[in-house]
Nanobody, 118 residues
């Protein structure tokens, strides 16, 4: 069974940075490398929305409000994806979820809280 475990959330002041990580386990070798990856977030009182995701051509697609501030990366050798978040704003406060999908199905992490305080 595939499991995604996030880490790196926490509290930060406006303008600060955080790095979220998500590690995949429970699958055979090559499962992670053939998968698309993404980060979503759910702010208080709102629906979950995508933040960044890998595209079909290997490019990374970002939500407009995080462009230039957030960077999604992946390390297929370590079955890990990351989200580097810089210049954080109060509106970035949310629960962040990693998401992985391929022809076998889709999987979600449990979520990690990010709080940006002014």
């Amino acid at each position: 069974q595939v499991t995604l475990v996030e880490s790196g959330g926490g509290w930060v002041q406006v303008g600060g940075s955080l790095r979220l990580s998500c590690k995949s386990s429970g699958a055979d070798g090559g499962f992670f490398s053939k998968s698309h990856v993404a980060w979503f977030r759910r702010a208080p009182g709102e629906q979950r929305k995508f933040v960044a995701r890998s595209g079909d051509g290997g490019e990374i697609i970002y939500r407009d409000v995080v462009k230039g501030r957030f960077t999604l990366s992946r390390d297929d050798a370590k079955n890990t994806m990351s989200l580097q978040m810089n210049s954080l704003k109060p509106d970035d406060t949310a629960i962040y979820y990693c998401h992985l999908w391929n022809s076998d199905g889709e999987y979600w992490g449990q979520g990690t809280q990010v709080t940006v305080s002014s």
